[in-house]
């Protein structure tokens, strides 16, 4: 093989896989749900979920990912010479299709949102109608789908140059500042008259207020929050050299996509409240909600653009994995071809994402199944493939990958914490996680 990809670092790859993890998924989308699936019940389960089922989870792609060393419509067969295994890899390739379809229209809301903060910052524009901007932007069809185009163009412009430069150097500062920023804002939000409603409707969990499909949006999060059930980690994985400890590693990311998430609500639900707004407006939670914590700031405007530069770049540190896989898949992981099929996928990325481009304007009155084509594409994903997707990994991993090369490649045997540690997760991955994911879809159908 050619020119294959490989980290320069360790924490090279720590920084690029917690950047394939925390993107929209904390930032944007865990808030509004749950704010619509019951607040501090909602973060109490999905703590749960990604705790018992996403770092074991996250754990099993690493180990496969490095082990095998090898894209991820191979790597199953390469590891245990069974190639129909391989349709795990195939249906990761599918999920992150869908996933960047839809993920680019939010990634070009903040690319919009911006360019307004630009022009406020000017004095052309001012509104306090927070809520009217927001739809009047994502329903106009030009705006959609420029900022979609734009989002995935700067994504495949960083994808067909390769993974190993620059992400890395930037993730080092970007991260840090991102986690900053929303400690100022979080700062303001809960010092707001009326925050305290705010911060007890998040930190307190009212298991009354938890419905079945709250757990399973749960589940579906904690995957989606994770990048799990794709083999977008594996892939990330399989350019690791042996030295570094993946247990470590997984549990660093998982970590930190918790804070994140849990700062984003902090950031959110005091203002909510302080507001007095409902806490269940959906995708455009964060986009409505913001904007007004930041009027209440001096020099909010200069503060809310440095915010949105950094959610832009968690956004594409993500939005890059998801292209990512499906070129280390088209390419066989040979760099020679990697740019001309970066334009490729980009492309078809784009025309399938159109339709969900025009969900909020448009194309807002068609809707089937659980709402508009957008609301549908995002319920497929985070409930049906991703589940499906992580399914498959624990039952190759719990019961065909070979446990002596499992352990071998945990190499934690010599303590009697780490024997534990080994075999609890072992035991999650064999017979827990199976059983969790059936049930909680089980539930769903009920
Ligand atoms: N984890 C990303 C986020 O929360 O924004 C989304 C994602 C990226 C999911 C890559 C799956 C994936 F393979």
Not at 182 to 195: E, K, Q, Y
Not at 209 to 217: H, I
Not at 232 to 259: C, E, F, H, P, Q
Not at 409 to 436: A, H
């Amino acid at each position: 093989m050619k020119n294959l990809s490989q980290w320069s670092s360790n924490i090279g790859f720590i920084l690029a896989s917690a950047g394939s993890a925390i993107g929209l998924g904390a930032v944007w989308k865990f808030p509004y749900m749950a704010g619509t699936y019951g607040g501090g019940a909602f973060l109490f389960i999905f703590i749960i979920f990604t705790l018992l089922v996403g770092l074991p989870l996250l754990l099993s792609e690493f180990i496969l990912g490095r082990y095998g060393k090898t894209y991820s419509t191979n790597i199953f067969k390469k590891v245990s010479g069974k190639s129909s295994f391989n349709l795990i890899g195939w249906l990761g390739n599918l999920t992150v299709f869908v996933l960047f379809s839809f993920y680019s229209v939010i990634g070009g809301w903040i690319i919009l949102y911006i360019i307004r903060t630009l022009l406020d910052s000017v004095g052309l524009t001012h509104s306090n109608e927070y809520g009217n901007i927001f739809n009047d932007y994502i329903s106009n069809p030009l705006f959609a789908l420029a900022s979609q185009f734009a989002f995935i163009f700067i994504t495949v412009i960083i994808v067909s140059k390769g993974v190993e430069k620059g992400i890395e150097k930037a993730s080092k500062i970007m991260m840090p500042l991102l986690f900053l920023s929303f400690l100022i804002i979080i700062i303001r939000s809960v010092t707001l008259d009326g925050a305290l409603e705010g911060i007890q409707y998040f930190l307190t969990p009212k298991i009354a207020d938890l419905s079945s499909k709250g757990v399973l949006y749960a589940l579906g999060q904690s995957f989606f929050a994770l990048s799990l059930g794709t083999c977008g980690m594996m892939t990330y994985a399989s350019y690791l050299d042996r030295k570094t400890n993946i247990v470590k590693s997984a549990n660093t990311i998982v970590w930190m996509n918790i804070g994140v998430s849990i700062a984003a609500g902090l950031a959110i639900f005091p203002a909510i409240f302080a507001f007095g707004l409902e806490p269940n407006q959906g995708p455009g939670l964060l986009f409505i909600i913001l904007p007004q914590v930041f009027d209440q700031m001096f020099l909010g405007s200069l503060f809310y653009l440095l915010f949105l530069l950094l959610f832009l770049f968690a956004a594409i540190t993500s939005s890059i994995s998801l292209l990512e896989l499906n070129i280390s898949n088209i390419t066989k992981n040979n760099n020679d071809y990697r740019k001309k099929w970066a334009y490729i996928i980009g492309g078809l990325v784009f025309i399938f994402g159109i339709p969900s481009a025009l969900s909020n304007g448009l194309l807002q009155n068609l809707t089937f199944g659980v709402g508009t084509f957008f609301d549908n594409m995002d319920y497929l994903v985070a409930n049906i493939l991703m589940p499906i997707g992580a399914f498959g990994v624990t039952i190759f991993v719990g019961h065909i990958f070979d446990k002596t090369t499992i352990m071998k490649e945990l190499n934690m045997q010599d303590s009697k914490k780490g024997r534990l540690f080994v075999n609890t997760w072992y035991f999650l991955v064999r017979f827990v996680l199976p059983i969790i994911i059936i049930a909680v879809f089980i539930g769903q159908l009920l």
